[in-house]
Nanobody, 119 residues
Framework: QVQLVETGGGLVQPGGSLRLSCAAS????????RGWYRQAPGKQRELVAE???????NYADSVKGRFTISRDNAKNTVYLQMNNLKPEDTAVYYC?????????????WGRGTQVTVSS
């Protein structure tokens, strides 16, 4: 199976930057979608950014121009560069990948990493 571990979260001031990392291990073959989601307490989990093997990317309107999703295939790692952070970006951020395992497409989630933006 696929295991995901997110790192890089923390406390930053408004306008600051963070880079989240998501390291994948296990059956890392046939991953076709990589994405970042976030969820604040009492709110719905929402898509932040995603990328396909074909190079297509999608971003939430609230983060366009500030966040960038990228990956390093050699390290089996996907990144989320977050610039000009705002208090409303405060949430637990989750890494998700879609992968074909044993002939079936499955979604795999990390445990999440906390991002807090506050003065």
């Amino acid at each position: 199976q696929v295991q995901l571990v997110e790192t890089g979260g923390g406390l930053v001031q408004p306008g600051g930057s963070l880079r989240l990392s998501c390291a994948a291990s296990g059956s890392v073959f046939n991953i076709n979608i990589r994405g970042w989601y976030r969820q604040a307490p009492g709110k719905q989990r929402e898509l932040v950014a995603e990328s396909t093997n074909g190079g297509s990317t999608n971003y939430a309107d609230s983060v366009k121009g500030r966040f960038t999703i990228s990956r390093d295939n050699a390290k089996n790692t996907v990144y989320l560069q977050m610039n000009n952070l705002k208090p409303e970006d405060t949430a637990v951020y989750y890494c998700k990948v879609n992968a074909v395992v044993a002939g079936w497409t499955n979604a795999y989630w990390g445990r999440g990493t906390q991002v807090t933006v506050s003065s």
